[in-house]
C-alpha cells in the first residue's frame, strides 16, 4: 500500500465552476478526514466517514460543498460554484478506529480559484 | 475548540533545544503531534493519550497534563532537520475528529 492518494494533485478553476476533488485512503482503514489548509494556517477540519457514514460535517462549510465515501472506501468532496474564498489545499486523511491511531495525510490538492 | 499552541514561531541553532505547547479550553482525551514541511503534508509524531503518559523517540518527546488540558513538544539536541510546522491535534473522545492547532514554526539554523 502506498499509502493515502490525492487526485488530482493541482486544479485551477475560474470562480464558479464545480470541481470534484479524489481521496485513495490506506484500504484498511475505516475513518477518512477531509481538511481545508491555507499558508500559515493550521488544518481547518470539513469533515468525516467512519467506513461509508459522514459523521460530521464543519458548521462552518457552506452548502456549497459536499463529500461522499460511498462503500467505504474512497471518498469525494465536491465544490460548487466555487469562490475566490476556496482556494486553499485540500487534504484527505485516513487513520484506524481502534484505541485511537495516527492518521496519515495524503499529499493535497491544490486548489486555485481565478 | 481549536487548540492554542505557543510560541507562534522560533529560531535555534543547531543543537539547542525547545519546548512547543498545546492548549484546550475543553477537556480532552487525546493530543495528536505532527510537523510538516514546506509543500509537504503533515507527518504524524505521536499521539498521547489522557492518562498523564509521556512519550517520545529519539530527541523528540511529549508530555501530556490531562488535569490542566495541555500538552508539550520537547525537541532537545534540534537538528536541521526539525524546521517544520508543528501542529498538535485534539480529540475530545476515542470517537471524534481531530481539531488541529494554527501551528509553530520551527526554524534551525547552523
Redesign the interface.
Given at each position: 500500500d502506498t499509502g493515502v492518494s490525492q487526485d488530482p494533485r493541482h486544479k485551477i478553476t475560474k470562480r464558479g465552476q464545480n470541481v470534484t476533488f479524489r481521496c485513495d485512503p490506506i484500504s484498511e482503514h475505516n475513518r477518512l478526514?477531509w481538511?481545508r489548509q491555507t499558508l500559515?494556517?493550521?488544518?481547518?477540519?470539513l469533515t468525516?466517514f467512519q467506513n461509508e457514514a459522514q459523521?460530521?460535517k464543519s458548521r462552518l462549510l457552506s452548502d456549497r460543498f459536499s463529500a461522499e465515501r460511498p462503500k467505504g472506501s474512497f471518498s469525494t468532496l465536491e465544490i460548487q460554484r466555487t469562490e475566490q474564498g476556496d482556494s486553499a489545499m485540500y487534504?484527505c486523511a485516513s487513520s484506524l478506529?481502534r484505541?485511537?491511531?495516527?492518521?496519515?495525510?495524503?499529499?493535497?490538492t491544490r486548489l486555485t480559484v481565478v | 475548540q481549536?487548540p492554542v499552541q505557543s510560541p507562534q514561531a522560533v529560531i535555534l541553532r543547531e543543537g539547542e533545544d525547545a519546548v512547543i505547547n498545546c492548549s484546550s479550553s475543553k477537556a480532552l482525551?487525546?493530543v495528536?503531534w505532527y510537523r510538516q514541511k514546506h509543500g509537504?503534508?503533515?507527518?504524524?509524531l505521536m499521539?498521547l493519550?489522557k492518562g498523564g503518559e509521556q512519550k517520545g523517540h529519539d530527541k523528540i518527546s511529549a508530555s501530556f497534563n490531562e488535569k490542566k488540558q495541555q500538552s508539550s513538544l520537547y525537541l532537545t539536541a534540534s537538528q536541521l532537520s526539525y524546521s517544520g510546522t508543528y501542529?498538535c491535534?485534539t480529540?475530545m473522545s476515542?470517537?471524534d475528529?481531530?481539531?488541529?492547532?494554527?501551528?509553530t514554526s520551527l526554524s534551525v539554523i547552523p
Amino acid at each position: 500500500d502506498t499509502g493515502v492518494s490525492q487526485d488530482p494533485r493541482h486544479k485551477i478553476t475560474k470562480r464558479g465552476q464545480n470541481v470534484t476533488f479524489r481521496c485513495d485512503p490506506i484500504s484498511e482503514h475505516n475513518r477518512l478526514y477531509w481538511y481545508r489548509q491555507t499558508l500559515g494556517q493550521g488544518p481547518e477540519f470539513l469533515t468525516y466517514f467512519q467506513n461509508e457514514a459522514q459523521l460530521e460535517k464543519s458548521r462552518l462549510l457552506s452548502d456549497r460543498f459536499s463529500a461522499e465515501r460511498p462503500k467505504g472506501s474512497f471518498s469525494t468532496l465536491e465544490i460548487q460554484r466555487t469562490e475566490q474564498g476556496d482556494s486553499a489545499m485540500y487534504l484527505c486523511a485516513s487513520s484506524l478506529v481502534r484505541g485511537n491511531t495516527e492518521a496519515f495525510f495524503g499529499q493535497g490538492t491544490r486548489l486555485t480559484v481565478v | 475548540q481549536q487548540p492554542v499552541q505557543s510560541p507562534q514561531a522560533v529560531i535555534l541553532r543547531e543543537g539547542e533545544d525547545a519546548v512547543i505547547n498545546c492548549s484546550s479550553s475543553k477537556a480532552l482525551y487525546s493530543v495528536h503531534w505532527y510537523r510538516q514541511k514546506h509543500g509537504e503534508a503533515p507527518v504524524f509524531l505521536m499521539i498521547l493519550l489522557k492518562g498523564g503518559e509521556q512519550k517520545g523517540h529519539d530527541k523528540i518527546s511529549a508530555s501530556f497534563n490531562e488535569k490542566k488540558q495541555q500538552s508539550s513538544l520537547y525537541l532537545t539536541a534540534s537538528q536541521l532537520s526539525y524546521s517544520g510546522t508543528y501542529f498538535c491535534g485534539t480529540e475530545m473522545s476515542s470517537y471524534d475528529k481531530v481539531i488541529f492547532g494554527p501551528g509553530t514554526s520551527l526554524s534551525v539554523i547552523p
